[in-house]
């Protein structure tokens, strides 16, 4: 079986996705264990086996190995190998130390008005950098090199809005946002909407509207939460969607 050549993914509202070699490794051992092929408990085959069974390189494996570990149906113990842990996907996946619904939470309270304020306080300079950065990401084919930069995009926001607090907190969440970015560009096609919704708000920084900001930056983070939970809990074969991962909690 041969899954180191791209398909063509679902099409989505636009134009068909290509579907990269580590989605197609993802999907097929995600099938696999919830179809009860490789049951709680079980392990699956060693590294080598799965590469020489799918005629993948280790690299694309591993990635494949850590989006399911994300999910929540595997765990990878020390010297004993990959174990499934669950036969469907958590609701609330972790990336590094925090689960997906703490990360939004903090996002919605703390980025979106951080964009308004910079919409009122960024300098000139801010508004160079941002500028310069988002050109590159915008040319970036590389989704490492892709995340990095993305990280370095918030961070450069909360630094326009001048409360070096905003900055620290960005900061302390910088890992689990890089975590979060490469999930759901290896698994979503992120990348390029994401490249448009960063215009959108570096727009409205330029145009020093701080209404416009905090609405360019709450679309962005709904497309974050919209993607995640379509990965993690796609529409079920009648066409309902699944439940939202929380981004808020409710007293």
């Known amino acids: 079986m041969n899954l180191s050549d791209s398909q063509t993914g679902r099409p989505g509202p636009d134009v068909p996705r290509r579907v990269s070699a580590m989605e197609a490794v993802l999907g097929h051992l995600r099938e696999a264990i919830e179809r009860g092929d490789y049951a709680v408990g079980d392990k699956l085959p060693s590294e080598a086996e799965l590469c020489r069974r799918l005629e993948v390189s280790r690299p694309v494996l591993r990635e494949a190995l850590r989006a ?16 499934v842990i ?8 972790t990336f590094g130390d925090y689960a997906a619904s703490d990360l939004l939470e903090v ?41 990095a930069m993305d990280t370095l995009f918030h961070l450069a926001i909360a630094q326009a809005a001048r409360n070096p607090v905003f900055r620290r907190v960005i900061e ?11 999930f759901l560009n290896e698994l979503g096609g992120r990348r390029e909407q994401s490249n448009r ?20 930056m709450t679309h962005h983070l709904e497309r974050v939460e919209t993607t995640l ?23």
């Open 172 to 182: 302390e969440i910088r890992d689990a946002l890089a975590r979060q970015s490469a």
């Open 107 to 147: 996002r919605r309270h703390i980025e979106i008005p951080v964009a308004g304020y910079a919409a009122r306080r960024r300098s000139a300079e801010d508004l160079d950098h941002l500028s310069h950065l988002l050109e590159r990401m915008e040319r970036e084919t590389d989704t490492t090199a892709w995340v």
């Open 86 to 93: 669950s036969s469907g996907p958590v609701a609330d996946p």
């Open 197 to 216: 919704e960063h215009r959108a708000i570096v727009d409205a920084l330029a145009g020093g509207s701080e209404h416009d900001a905090v609405e360019a």
């Open 229 to 251: 939970t379509a990965i993690v809990r796609p529409a079920a074969p009648d066409g309902r969607t699944a439940a939202p991962v929380e981004g808020t909690r409710r007293a």
């Open 68 to 83: 399911l570990q994300t999910m929540g149906l595997t765990a990878s113990r020390t010297g004993k190998g990959t174990f």
